[in-house]
């Protein structure tokens, strides 16, 4: 590599190692590197402005917008209770709440700190109330909402479509995310239940297990057979499956949960068709606001309007005027805060992109890309060299820049190895948001830890038994393409 190539790089992991903030130490190396080659200097700031004036990451401030607006009004209390309704009776049973409720927060808010927040504020302290140790609620927590990063809509998606060059478009990475996510949330489910037995955590309901299980695959076969009539009635693509997926879900909760319930009283019975009927509104959110993109009715930035005008609507009025639970005058406060999530995002992502251009300059994505091929052209082994250095990146700096900063280096490896730019997408992220979950820089393993009131040291040795999951299905998810591409080539036409 060219002498300027050593001053980016150097420079940059000294400011790191010096804890300056991640968005500075890009800026400052690009500068420094900027003046080495004998660029004025002073263009480093339109590279940040040209990093931030993409017609793609208009998506991202509305989306995080939302999110915001989601995490304080009522919604994710309400899917807290519905998920607890459909699988409290697991042992550990908030756990698996924990984990589905992040799941159901991540479609909506695509953010892993907005989910480890909202849902962790709710469900750490109950877990911990009904025996739960606080270190294992706080890790399921952390390691939840790391769903969010792949079910859609994902900011880091958008992010890795833009670092791609168009090369994967936005709507194939929100399809692409949905399995992925979902096989990260039943992994953990996994463990989850098996150290809750182990341990002997209780459950959310007296009912026998055995009976619980009996009813709960009665459910799920009647609710499949309503799932395979929809999706047969049109098999073009039109509205059939969106029906399947929206009534499918309800029905399942209202079958099993009324059966189940049903025979304690009529109490009960009002009680669970509350928690139905509540759950309807946040239910639905995800549907309308990735099955617009997935369907074509709309693109993935109209989708991000549609995510704001629709967290408004449910948070400050709906809500607001049936529950009491929040109101009008907490909007000021609440857009404040998305703003200053929005401002630090973007001059992330504008700094990176400056420090991606000196990259690019200095042809250092070319040079990896000849020394990884160098090593080996075995296909397995090079996603394995690649996977483990996204692992090792992952925990000494934040995912957006890395996303942006590596998907130039890294993706020509891949497409030389019949790689697709979506598939690709998907091990990245899935691998980068190990990250958010690791010390020392994992934004969600901070929030967590806050919310949780507990140290990091303590959730570094509680959290062990997750990450091995986590990683699991990052193999996975690298060397099975299917579970990435399968809705994308059923839905998109590859």
Not at 109 to 123: D, H, Q, R
Not at 246 to 267: E, N
Request: proline share 5%; aromatic share 10%; net charge neutral.
């Amino acid at each position: 590599m060219q002498p300027e190539a050593y001053l980016l790089i150097g420079s940059f992991i000294l400011m790191v190692g010096l804890r300056v903030p991640i968005s500075f130490a890009l800026g400052i190396s690009s500068l420094l590197t900027l003046a080495a080659i004998g660029i004025d200097p002073v263009v480093n700031a339109p590279l940040i402005f040209w990093g931030m004036d993409q017609d793609s990451l208009l998506a991202i401030p509305f989306f995080i917008f939302a999110g915001a607006i989601m995490s304080q009004g009522g919604m994710a209390r309400k899917m807290v209770d519905l998920a607890t309704l459909v699988v409290g009776w697991f042992p550990g049973g908030l756990a698996v709440v924990n984990v589905l409720s992040s799941m159901f927060f991540g479609a909506i808010s695509g953010s892993a700190v907005a989910a480890t927040s909202a849902v962790g504020s709710t469900l750490i302290p109950s877990m911990e109330e009904k025996g739960n140790d606080r270190d294992y609620a706080t890790s399921v927590t952390v390691t939840a909402s790391t769903q969010g990063l792949l079910i859609p809509p994902s900011h880091n998606a958008i992010i890795y479509s833009l670092a791609a060059g168009g090369a994967a478009s936005i709507e194939a990475l929100f399809v692409a995310g949905i399995v992925p996510g979902v096989l990260l949330g039943l992994a953990l489910i996994v463990v989850a239940v098996a150290i809750a037995a182990k341990r002997k955590y209780p459950r959310e309901s007296d009912l026998p297990l055995s009976t619980a299980i009996i009813e709960f695959l009665f459910s799920f076969a009647a609710v499949s057979a309503i799932l395979y009539f929809f999706s047969k009635w049109n098999e073009s693509g039109g509205t059939g499956p969106l029906l399947a997926w929206t009534a499918g879900p309800i029905c399942l909760v209202a079958f099993w949960g009324l059966r189940i319930y049903s025979r304690r009283g009529k109490d009960a019975v009002k009680n669970v068709s509350r928690i139905v009927v509540d759950a309807v509104l946040p239910l639905f959110s995800p549907f309308i606001i990735v099955g617009g993109v997935v369907f074509g009715w709309f693109t993935a930035i109209e989708s991000s309007v549609i995510a704001v005008v629709w967290a408004i609507l449910v948070n400050f009025i709906i809500f607001a005027f049936l529950y009491k639970d929040t109101s009008i005058k907490e909007y000021p406060k609440v857009a404040l805060q998305g703003m200053k999530v929005i401002v630090m995002v973007m001059w992330l992502i504008g700094n990176a992109y400056a420090f991606g251009y000196c990259l690019t300059r200095l042809h250092v994505p070319r040079e990896i890309t000849e020394g990884l091929l160098a090593i080996t052209e075995n296909k397995y082994l090079l996603l394995l060299l690649i996977n483990l250095m996204l692992l090792a990146l992952g925990t000494i700096m934040d995912m957006a820049p890395l996303i942006i900063i590596t998907t130039p280096i890294l993706l020509p490896v891949a497409q030389k190895i019949g790689v697709d730019p979506v598939h690709f997408g998907m091990i990245m992220i899935a691998n980068l948001g190990l990250g958010l979950c690791t010390p020392p820089v994992g934004s969600a393993l901070f929030v967590g830890c806050a919310v949780g009131d507990t140290k990091m040291e303590r959730i570094a040795k509680a959290v062990w038994p997750f990450y091995v999951a986590m990683f699991a299905v990052v193999l996975l998810i690298t060397y099975v393409p299917v579970i990435s591409m399968g809705l994308v080539e059923a839905y998109l036409g590859g």
